[in-house]
């Protein structure tokens, strides 16, 4: 019967904290619990077959060498061990700003402050989205996935008009969790660059790395739709790609674009760039910095 398959995904014979149906649909023993077991990566994605199911957070728990550790499901997010998954967490500015307002029946006016939320739009995390989701044209199975909040990551963060790099440091070392690390890349939404102008852009501080910033100097919504393609770039520096390729030199425009991610708008991926199928995905993602 349809429950059948819900019940058996709830069940866990060899009590790994692996659901069954899980282990199951991507050819594991369900009653064998050493598999998956924390080294394997199966789809070669640098996130470990254990962790497609579960990350070491709350709710639910597991124990690893007599120590219980909480974890998140991430199962439920969209992660299968059988196709290449990227998880990003992206946190953003928040401004508190201050107004006045006349109260008419007092006579008098009113002070008060509400907190303006720069986050990342829905339409700017469909158009990243789609960007991979492309690439399934060219024979290339890998899926990305935003934390904005949604996977118990991405939170706003304290408003800095402009943000230093030891500030940037900061924030990755603070505000990104450390049982995320080699498993999501970290992006910050911040104002203005350390310089203090007002030019939309980013950094990826190194190349491969596993955070970057994005800076959105004055908001508008052209530059958000700069910022959505300035997105795909620094994160295509993070996967190891630079801005010179085989196909196109250093110093010509549509190069930088094509091979590290397109800034333009069409918002694509050079898949079948030499460059891009070079990319190892095994290779555990740190920061550098």
């Known amino acids: 019967m349809p429950d059948?398959?819900?019940i058996s995904?709830?069940?866990d014979k060899d009590g790994d904290n692996v659901g069954d149906g899980w282990e199951i649909s991507y050819g594991f023993d369900p009653c064998d619990n050493s598999c998956p077991n924390q080294n394997?990566?199966?789809?070669?994605?640098?996130i470990k077959d254990y962790h497609e199911y579960c990350l070491e957070d709350s709710p639910g728990s597991f124990v690893e060498?007599?120590?219980i550790i909480?974890?998140?499901n991430m199962s439920k997010w969209g992660a299968q061990s059988d196709r290449q998954d990227i998880f990003v967490e992206v946190d953003w500015m928040a401004d508190e700003k201050n107004a006045i307002e006349l109260i008419p029946e007092w006579g008098t006016y009113r002070e008060y402050s509400y907190l303006v939320e720069y986050k990342m739009s829905n339409e700017a995390k469909e158009k990243v989205i789609l960007a991979f989701f492309k690439a399934c044209k060219y024979g290339v199975n890998i899926t990305l996935h935003i934390d904005d909040g949604c996977m118990g990551g991405g939170n706003s963060i304290t408003y800095a008009k402009k943000l230093s790099i030891d500030e940037a440091n900061n924030l990755y070392d603070n505000e990104f969790t450390n049982n995320r690390k080699g498993i999501f890349y970290y992006c910050v939404r911040a104002f203005l660059n350390p310089s203090g102008d007002d030019t939309v852009g980013g950094k990826a501080f190194h190349i491969p790395n596993d955070w970057f910033v994005m800076y959105m100097g004055i908001w508008s919504a052209d530059n958000e739709g700069k910022m959505t393609r300035n997105c795909i770039h620094e994160l295509g520096h993070d996967l190891g790609l630079y801005h010179t390729s085989h196909t196109y030199p250093a110093g010509k425009v549509e190069g930088n674009a094509k091979t590290c991610m397109n800034e333009d708008d069409r918002y694509t991926v050079d898949y079948h760039s030499i460059e891009w199928q070079s990319l190892d995905f095994s290779k555990p993602h740190h920061s550098a910095n």
């Open 4 to 6: 059948g398959t819900l």
């Open 9 to 11: 995904s709830l069940r």
């Open 40 to 46: 394997d990566d199966g789809d070669n994605d640098g």
């Open 65 to 67: 060498n007599n120590v």
């Open 70 to 72: 909480k974890y998140h």
